[in-house]
């Protein structure tokens, strides 16, 4: 065992990045424009769509404090993962229908089709800033974790996997970051895989001392409330419920995900990535929850009662490092590096998707293929820069919370996008101004519940999707005006596809 990170680590997580550049470039290598560099060739199998929809999801962030928070604590928090099973039935059944029979090229697009452009704009603008603030913030947080257990320079490791990422995804456009996103999908789920099974052998009695002591320990469920008839304070059922709709909002309304839905027209394909996402959700999140608490069981076995305490996010990385074989240590680490890159690369497409397509060309319509691409690629190489200053300022300067709190609130207003969706989708009387002042009165309330009280912020997305609803609808009566959804060879909501779909039965 060693307790540095040792030479040949170095070289594996090098050639590791190495790698994935020259994936991005090779994939990308018959520059596409226009259509075929935001929404791919039509080549792209969905098993490779639906590990990227599963590695945009994960960041390191991610992949670090699932297995401290069991170490540290309980399973609570798994439950989230249950969520799923409100998330993708509603991403299935609701959505993806409309998305497919419309033939979006943007997530937004649909908010202009259904309503107009301004809200289009409107929610491609505070995507694209929330993006570059969680982009900044993906690469700081890992990079610092990071630095702490490897001893390799922050800034190096932000400007490596910020680069790297920018490079093939400008180059390449969604072709390159989908197979991109799936190696590395597939580094991150292997290494946890061989991490659980160096543990299992290192620990006496293996799964079952795992177990045994989790359980003995309360490491796994202990005194959680299943649920309380305030809903606005934490419980099991608060967290799958706000987990569920939070995803589902994901799902149907963030640019980087739906992207990934707009590859192809075919609505088997489209649940098949959905369905494959969830199964690879739950499944790794199992995993990493499980690994924390072997990590426990391991140092209860070697260290009594003095097992490492601090901040349990370093934990699993400062175990690769410390505890596992040199060479070993790299392959694992580049795990999570595969997590923040293919984010990375994800957001950076999506950014320069959302900004050519939801704003170039709706303020200068029948812009050509060619400049369109070549703005694509500008814009993300640019956001790629900035990023990666951002999250080199947040090393040197003492404002981390202040990004996170500023990322905290984008986040809500994001959520509140979902609910604008949902809004469109499920009511055929929701107009352009109805659902412009509801965004507005929605967000206000948000802001208020989040910042002014102590409503759990797993309420959040609930909170949001109701406001949304309400205010959404009640407005758009009070603003009389027709509603584009009235008008039913549009085919814009969800009662236009259940109808469709009734025809075709009867015919």
Request: net charge neutral.
């Amino acid at each position: 065992m060693t307790g540095t990170f040792a030479v040949i680590d170095y070289i594996i997580l090098f050639a590791y990045l190495l790698f994935i550049l020259y994936v991005g470039i090779a994939v990308g290598k018959k520059g596409m424009k226009g259509k075929e560099f935001f929404k791919g060739d039509g080549t792209i199998p969905w098993w490779v769509t639906s590990v990227s929809l599963f590695a945009t999801l994960l960041s390191p962030i991610s992949f670090l404090s699932l297995a401290g928070n069991s170490y540290a604590d309980s399973w609570q928090l798994w439950v989230a993962q249950l969520g799923l099973f409100i998330a993708v039935p509603i991403a299935i059944f609701i959505f993806l229908p409309v998305y497919r029979s419309l033939n979006l090229d943007t997530a937004y697009e649909y908010l202009e089709r259904r309503f107009d452009k301004n809200l289009r704009m409107l929610g491609s603008i505070l995507f694209i800033v929330y993006q570059v603030g969680r982009m900044s913030i993906i690469m700081y947080l890992p990079a610092i974790a990071l630095s702490a257990v490897t001893g390799i320079n922050s800034v190096a490791i932000i400007i490596f996997m910020g680069v790297i990422a920018t490079i093939y995804s400008s180059f390449g456009g969604i072709k390159s970051v989908l197979w991109t996103d799936f190696i590395q999908g597939v580094v991150l789920i292997g290494g946890g895989v061989f991490a659980l099974i160096m543990l299992i052998v290192s620990i006496d009695g293996g799964v079952s001392e795992i177990f045994q002591t989790g359980i003995e320990d309360n490491k796994f469920f202990s005194n959680e409330v299943i649920f309380d008839p305030n809903i606005l304070n934490d419980s099991l059922f608060i967290i799958i419920l706000g987990a569920g709709l939070s995803t589902a909002f994901s799902y149907i309304s963030s640019q980087d995900m739906v992207q990934r839905y707009l590859t192809t027209n075919d609505l088997k394909q489209m649940n098949k990535m959905t369905i494959g996402n969830g199964v690879l959700s739950i499944g790794t999140a199992t995993l990493f929850f499980f690994i924390g608490t072997a990590i426990y069981v391991f140092y209860t076995q070697n260290r009594g009662d003095s097992i490492p305490s601090g901040n349990s996010d370093l934990i699993f990385a400062n175990f690769i490092v410390s505890e596992l074989p040199a060479g070993i240590s790299g392959l694992l680490i580049a795990g999570l590096f595969a997590a923040g890159q293919s984010t990375l690369s994800t957001g950076l497409n999506s950014v320069a998707t959302s900004w050519t397509l939801d704003i170039q060309k709706v303020l200068k319509p029948g812009m050509s293929d060619e400049k369109s691409t070549r703005i694509a690629r500008n814009v993300s190489t640019f956001v790629g820069i900035l990023s990666i200053a951002f999250a080199i300022a947040l090393v040197y300067s003492d404002i981390s919370s202040a990004y996170e709190w500023f990322n905290g609130l984008m986040g809500l207003v994001l959520g509140i996008i979902g609910g604008t969706f949902t809004l469109g989708v499920i009511t055929k009387k929701a107009n352009a101004k109805g659902a412009l002042y509801g965004f507005i009165a929605t967000s206000l309330v948000a802001i208020y519940v989040s910042y002014f009280t102590d409503t759990t912020l797993w309420a959040y997305s609930l909170i949001n999707l109701v406001c949304s609803l309400l205010f959404g609808y009640l407005f758009s009566l009070v603003f009389s005006g027709k509603s584009k959804a009235e008008d039913a060879d549009l085919e814009l909501t969800f009662y236009d596809q259940k109808k469709e779909l009734n025809d075709k039965k009867i015919v």
